[in-house]
Every structure is written in C-alpha cells, then in structure tokens.
C-alpha cells in the first residue's frame, strides 16, 4: 500500500504579519497583486501559499486545515491555486506550442516532487527562468472563472526570473497588463529574493510586503521539531542561515548546497587574498563555461565571508555568521590591515558580479574577473 506524501509542516513565525494579512483578506481591502519579498529561503512561497489557503478556505477560523478547500490546498491540488516558478529551459522544444506543453509538464513534475517531500534545501544551480510561454498560460488561466469559488490565486514564485532570460524582458512585459488590471475574481502573489532586479514596471503595480529573516532560535527549533536534528547541530546550521530555514535545511547536510557553496566560497575568498593570481585563474577555470545563473548562491556566500572579515577586523566576533573560521578570520583581516570602506568595495565588488550573473555571463570571465578585483580591493597598497 502506498503511503500517502508527509504533511506540509505548519508556517512558523510572523505573527503579527500574518494576522495584519488576515484581516485584509477577510475585510476584503487586499490589493489583487501583491509582492512578497525578503532574502531567500525566508518563508515567501510559504507564505503566498498560506494567504491563498486563508482566502480559499470554508471553515471557521481561517484557515480551518478541514474544509475540503483546505485539504486540496494543502496538498498543492487545489484547482485555484496556480502556483508558478522558475525551471530549466526543455529541450527538443521547437515551437511556442511545444515550449508551453513541456514548461506545463515540468511543473506538473516538480508540483509532485514537493509533495513527496515538501522540506527541501533552498538554493540550486540550475540554470532556469520564468518563460514567456508560462506566462501566456498564466494569462490564459486568468481570464477564465474560478473553479470552486469567488476567487483564484496565482503565485509566481521567484519573479526575479521573468527578467534574466535570454537578455530580454518579455515574459516581465507580458505581465503587465495582466497585474494593472486584473480580470475579475483573478489574485496574483509574486515572491522575490531580489526585488530590485524586477522590472520597475511590475514593481509599481503591486502591494510590497517585506518578510523579514526569522530568529536563530525560531530555525533551530523548526529543524528539531520537523527535521529531528541533533539540537547543537541544529543551532549551528541555523546561526549560518541568518534567518533562512530553506538555508537552514543545506547547512544541516554536510553534502547539502549551502554547505558546499560555503566551503567552495571560501577557497574563492582564499585564492583573492592569498597574492598569487596563479591560484585565481585556477579557480576561475574549475567552473564551467555556461550557466552563470547557478553562482548566485556560491557569491552570496563569498559575500557573506567578506562580511565577516569586516566584523572580524573591527573586533565585532558577535556579528561573526562563521564563527567555527574565527581565528583565521582575524589572522586574515589582522594581515590585509582591512578597513570598513574596503570591505564595502569588495561587497559592492561581488553584488555587481552577481548581477552579471543573471545575465547568464561566461562563468570563467566573471569568476576571474571578480577575483581580481577583489584582490584589487582588499589586499592593502604596497
């Protein structure tokens, strides 16, 4: 007999955020679009999930968890719940009709894959993005009544995606009109780690909410309480997260993808600072020569290493996130003579890296690039 898929584990945190959400879905003065953003792994797509679940919902209160709405919700079968989110491109798909058919049954795929197993690591590497034939479906959707209710919710999970494709920003435009003004009865959440690299236009057209990271402790318990972590281990990979459960879950597996792009990360920040450029074209050639966009994460964690050179050298141990590299932290920021304004630099220095990233740029170029520049930055003038 087959066993039915784990619950999804209840929403933690943001108490007060989510009783101000609920009364404007119950009074009814929630904007149709709405634009969920905090850092990644944060709770946004939980969340979106969530505020379709409370709108949906029969039950007294809401949301009950035992109307049959809710039931469906849950379990991400909900016929008007569209939930929408970035994917590798399909092969072999020739025309728009193909494309569309493909990028659907992808969804489809991966919809399942979450309810098999609904805590997953945030972070992957690869390289995907929001397609103009999922936004036309989206646009199709919505024209069309709702199958249950009054209302129908699409979420567009990490909308950053609908820009960085192909260097063009149609799947963004086609959204427009569509987010302006909403068919009736027709609700759309997007969620995003890095609002500013939506479309000014989108932006301007949905009702900014802002989820903040949650508390080390609040992680901690949630990978005790659902994941049945060792509680120093679970602290640990909590303190990492910096308010990331999703970061939380790659911390906690010493194979997970946040594990890895900390380690990796840090031989980067090694080969920049150590004064042998030989070791920066060495690194740069270990990646390779396609899909850019799978180093967001590993530069957000070399940035977070340069972060914590920063608060080493200021003797600020208690704003230190790898607290187990310390000692080489201070060693290391003790011989580059760092200042606050370079380490500001060089964070600026792998954010504009970043960004050339989602531009889908030669990974070599720009991991060597970046190197460079950051020996450039925090290595101190002869």
């Given at each position: 007999?087959?066993?039915?898929p784990?619950?999804?584990?209840?929403?933690?945190?943001?108490?007060?955020?989510?009783?101000?959400?609920h009364r404007?879905?119950?009074?009814?003065?929630?904007?149709?679009?709405?634009l969920?953003?905090?850092?990644?792994?944060?709770g946004?797509?939980?969340?979106?999930?969530?505020?379709?679940?409370?709108?949906?919902?029969?039950?007294?209160?809401?949301?009950?968890?035992?109307?049959?709405?809710?039931?469906?919700?849950?379990r991400?079968?909900?016929?008007?719940?569209?939930w929408?989110?970035?994917?590798?491109?399909?092969?072999?798909?020739?025309?728009?009709?193909?494309?569309a058919?493909?990028?659907?049954?992808?969804?489809?795929d991966?919809?399942?894959?979450?309810?098999?197993?609904?805590?997953?690591?945030?972070g992957?590497?690869e390289?995907k993005?929001?397609?103009?034939?999922?936004?036309?479906?989206?646009?199709?959707?919505?024209?069309?009544?709702?199958?249950?209710?009054?209302?129908?919710f699409?979420?567009?999970?990490d909308?950053?995606?609908?820009?960085?494709?192909?260097?063009?920003?149609?799947?963004?435009?086609?959204?427009?009109?569509?987010?302006?003004?909403?068919?009736?009865?027709?609700?759309?959440i997007?969620?995003?780690?890095r609002?500013?690299?939506?479309?000014e236009?989108?932006?301007?057209?949905?009702?900014?909410?802002?989820?903040?990271?949650?508390?080390?402790?609040?992680?901690?318990?949630?990978?005790e309480?659902?994941?049945?972590?060792?509680?120093?281990?679970?602290?640990?990979?909590?303190?990492?997260?910096?308010?990331?459960i999703?970061?939380?879950?790659g911390?906690?597996?010493?194979?997970?993808?946040?594990?890895?792009?900390?380690?990796?990360s840090?031989?980067l920040?090694?080969?920049?600072?150590?004064?042998?450029?030989?070791?920066?074209?060495?690194?740069?050639?270990?990646?390779?020569?396609?899909?850019?966009?799978?180093?967001?994460?590993?530069?957000a964690?070399?940035?977070?290493?340069?972060?914590?050179?920063?608060?080493?050298?200021l003797?600020?141990?208690?704003?230190?996130?790898n607290?187990?590299?310390?000692?080489?932290?201070?060693?290391?920021?003790?011989?580059?003579?760092l200042?606050?304004?370079?380490?500001?630099a060089?964070?600026?220095?792998?954010?504009?890296?970043?960004?050339?990233?989602?531009?889908?740029?030669?990974?070599?170029?720009?991991?060597?690039?970046?190197?460079?520049?950051?020996?450039?930055?925090?290595?101190?003038a002869?």
């Amino acid at each position: 007999m087959t066993r039915p898929p784990p619950p999804p584990p209840a929403f933690r945190g943001h108490g007060d955020l989510r009783a101000s959400l609920h009364r404007a879905l119950s009074r009814g003065t929630l904007p149709a679009t709405v634009l969920i953003h905090g850092m990644p792994g944060c709770g946004k797509q939980s969340l979106a999930l969530w505020m379709a679940r409370t709108a949906l919902c029969t039950g007294d209160p809401r949301p009950c968890g035992q109307c049959n709405s809710c039931r469906l919700a849950r379990r991400l079968e909900h016929p008007d719940v569209h939930w929408f989110f970035p994917l590798p491109r399909p092969k072999r798909a020739s025309s728009p009709g193909k494309l569309a058919e493909a990028l659907e049954e992808a969804r489809h795929d991966r919809l399942a894959d979450y309810r098999r197993q609904p805590l997953r690591p945030e972070g992957d590497t690869e390289v995907k993005g929001i397609y103009l034939a999922a936004v036309l479906s989206i646009r199709g959707r919505a024209h069309k009544r709702p199958a249950m209710g009054s209302q129908q919710f699409f979420i567009i999970g990490d909308a950053e995606y609908l820009v960085p494709q192909e260097a063009s920003p149609e799947a963004a435009n086609a959204l427009l009109k569509l987010l302006e003004e909403p068919p009736d009865g027709s609700r759309f959440i997007l969620t995003s780690g890095r609002p500013g690299s939506l479309l000014e236009t989108v932006r301007s057209r949905a009702l900014p909410v802002h989820l903040p990271p949650l508390r080390a402790a609040e992680v901690a318990a949630f990978l005790e309480e659902e994941c049945g972590a060792d509680p120093a281990a679970a602290m640990v990979a909590a303190s990492r997260s910096q308010g990331s459960i999703g970061a939380a879950l790659g911390h906690l597996d010493d194979d997970g993808v946040q594990a890895n792009e900390r380690a990796r990360s840090l031989e980067l920040l090694r080969a920049a600072v150590e004064g042998r450029r030989g070791d920066a074209y060495k690194a740069a050639l270990a990646f390779g020569a396609g899909g850019a966009r799978g180093l967001l994460g590993l530069l957000a964690a070399l940035q977070l290493w340069i972060r914590d050179l920063g608060a080493a050298a200021l003797g600020r141990d208690d704003r230190v996130v790898n607290t187990d590299e310390l000692p080489v932290l201070r060693e290391t920021a003790r011989r580059l003579e760092l200042t606050p304004d370079r380490v500001a630099a060089a964070v600026d220095r792998v954010e504009s890296a970043r960004m050339l990233a989602l531009g889908n740029v030669n990974p070599q170029l720009l991991i060597s690039g970046v190197l460079l520049e950051l020996e450039e930055t925090l290595t101190p003038a002869a």
